[in-house]
């Protein structure tokens, strides 16, 4: 499976959801992927770097 | 040195009764195809409402696959010479890049992933090189077909030329007539898909200096630009100093103001700055993609645009199109000999699942460029993001799938997979010097014998051997660099169709059934 079939199947999930249920979905898969994750640390440092991306797409760590 | 559209100097021909084969369309997809029918002896009749090739650059990107197809057709090296060749795109995100990738990184091929050549100068080729077979390719511009109809056993078309109107019967009628094909239209058949409601502009500029840091002929596609806010933009060089810029307009953009230079100059001079342009051709279209459930109806078969049409990022509709003839041709001209007109319905089969996976690929680039929802323009703003510093995002940016040829693995022709994709290129030492193995190929059925297998060949079949060192021979072509062994494996036998893919490899066993599945195969009709 590619990443352009991953992709078509996120957006499939999101289509008919309001703002409220997007974010809900999201949250959801964020808990089932890091609850997945086999390496913990992994886990741990990937929560970090997604928190620390500015506006233009750089890292600010 | 822009391109020089003189009118095609067509003398009225003589009407004929009836020819095995009329090719509706004289386009990219229409004379290829009368070109391989003529290289296998079919004859052809080849109507055009136009009178000179096709203005506008259209279709620009050309794919190895296109190209291997054209050297078998004799315009091949005038494609590459002419052409651009690029292997490099540089995809930018706002006003920083992201990332670059090269298409082709590794050597030993003929031609390169892809070259840009207006669409123009192909059909000038192809036309020129039709021209090669005066008893076999009947080209008739100025000649609108009006109307036909399918006797069942023939069909029966009325053309009208400035000579007056006549009838034309032919066996096989193929409607390369174009996205807005008429013959489609005349028989009612429902085009059907997804259409998508953002506007393209597409301009062709003649500027004699790279705007930009690089020399080299790369690909470049910007997501939100700062010269384009919050839309996307590509920008691609062909020959003659002549860039094609695609910009991307609202959903609510006004088709004929924005079509106007007035509206298009200011926005080619945001991106351009101060480098000096001329236009030389602009365009402003909403895409779709559709395609007809069936291609074969009848003794009327569809290819290229007239058959399935997809937006064009990725560069699927004029390759797709080629790849449709290709595909068509040795089909074709073997029910023509006495082959069982199942042959035909394997066109069906093949070409419907290429133009699947090309619709897939292109209407799922055109979705991450035109989010539709919050949700979808979040999403697509956080890859565009995480990508500059985490490359292991980057494959879900999305600017266009490239084109790649289908494979017709697992498809009714084929044996076991992975047979089923095309040929792979390599450099091979022959009694005449160095030459490709795609050069060497002929364009009917043979058998690839690499090294030593344990095969049984058929005595009707033709052979080409390769082995891995020694002198060659008439016979014997030897490995060059071990491209031949790394590409194509070790004492195995591929059994090649007239179009290059690869039917069934052995490495033991008789060859036979696999040649004769080839020759009067049958699909299964699926329920």
Same mark, same amino acid.
């Given at each position: ?61 | ?407 017709? #693995?697992? !498809? /009714?022709?084929?044996?076991?997979? &992975? %047979?089923?994709?095309? =040929? $792979?290129? *390599?450099?091979?030492?022959? @009694? ?71 039917? #069934?490899? !052995? /490495?033991?066993?008789?060859?036979? &059934? %696999?040649?004769?599945? =080839? $020759?009067? *195969?049958?699909?299964?009709? @699926?329920?």
């Amino acid at each position: 499976m590619t990443e352009d079939d991953l992709y078509a199947l996120l957006l499939d999930a999101h289509r008919g959801l309001g703002e409220a249920e997007s974010h809900a979905l999201n949250a959801r898969l964020v808990l089932l992927l890091l609850s997945d994750a086999a390496d913990r640390a992994r886990a741990a440092d990937l929560i970090v770097k997604a928190r620390d991306v500015a506006e233009d797409g750089s890292s600010t760590t | 040195m822009a391109f020089d559209f003189a009118p095609l100097a067509m003398p009225d021909p003589p009407p004929v009764g009836r020819v095995p084969v009329v090719i509706v369309g004289a386009g990219p997809v229409g004379v290829t195809l009368a070109i391989d029918l003529a290289q296998r002896g079919v004859a052809s009749v080849v109507l055009d409402a136009k009178d000179r090739v096709s203005n506008g650059s259209r279709a620009i990107c050309w794919a190895k696959r296109t190209l291997e197809i054209f050297d078998r057709l004799g315009i091949g090296d005038r494609m590459l010479a002419k052409g651009v060749t690029w292997t490099v795109g540089r995809l930018f995100h706002g006003a920083k890049e992201v990332y670059a990738f090269d298409l082709l990184p590794e050597a030993g091929h003929k031609y390169p992933a892809f070259v840009n050549l207006q669409q123009y100068y192909v059909e000038h080729y192809l036309i020129e090189r039709a021209s090669d077979f005066p008893d076999l390719i009947d080209l008739r511009f100025h000649s609108s077909v009006t109307d036909h109809t399918d006797r069942g056993g023939h069909v029966v078309l009325r053309v009208e030329a400035p000579g007056g109107a006549y009838a034309l019967e032919a066996d096989y009628v193929i409607a390369c007539d174009g996205s807005g094909s008429p013959i489609r239209k005349r028989m009612g058949l429902p085009f059907e898909g997804q259409s998508f409601d953002e506007h393209f502009l597409i301009a062709d500029v003649e500027m004699a200096e790279n705007p930009y840091a690089s020399d080299a002929a790369e690909r470049h596609f910007w997501f939100e630009p700062p010269f384009h806010p919050g839309e996307s933009a590509l920008l691609h060089k062909q020959p003659d100093d002549i860039w094609r810029i695609d910009l991307q307009l609202s959903p609510d953009a006004d088709r004929q103001a924005e079509a106007t230079e007035a509206r298009v100059l200011p926005r080619l001079k945001a991106m351009l700055g101060d480098t000096p342009f001329r236009m030389d051709w602009l365009s402003v279209y909403r895409f779709r993609c559709a395609r007809l459930d069936r291609f074969i109806h009848g003794r009327v078969i569809f290819a290229g645009d007239s058959a399935h049409v997809v937006s064009p990022f990725g560069a699927r509709g004029g390759n797709g199109g080629v790849q449709d003839a290709d595909n068509l041709g040795w089909k074709l001209a073997a029910v023509l000999d006495g082959a069982p007109g199942a042959l035909l319905a394997t066109y069906d089969e093949e070409r419907g699942h290429a133009a699947d996976e090309n619709i897939l690929n292109s209407s799922r680039a055109t979705t991450f460029m035109t989010p539709k929802t919050p949700v979808e323009r979040l999403l697509r703003t956080e890859v565009l993001r995480l990508s500059h510093d985490h490359a292991a995002i980057r494959p879900f940016i999305n600017s266009g799938r490239l084109s790649k040829p289908a494979s017709y #693995e697992g !498809l /009714t022709l084929q044996g076991p997979p &992975p %047979a089923g994709t095309p =040929l $792979r290129d *390599a450099r091979i030492q022959t @009694a005449d010097g160095p030459r490709w193995l795609i050069e060497v190929v002929p364009g009917h059925a043979c058998l690839l014998i690499l090294g030593a297998p344990d095969v049984t060949v058929p005595p009707d079949l033709s052979v080409l051997r390769v082995a891995a060192d020694g002198s060659p021979s008439e016979a014997v072509a030897i490995d060059i660099d071990s491209q031949t062994r790394a590409r194509l494996g070790w004492d195995v036998a591929h059994l090649l169709r007239p179009d290059g893919h690869i039917a #069934e490899t !052995l /490495t033991s066993g008789d060859v036979a &059934p %696999a040649l004769a599945r =080839l $020759r009067v *195969a049958q699909p299964v009709v @699926a329920e």
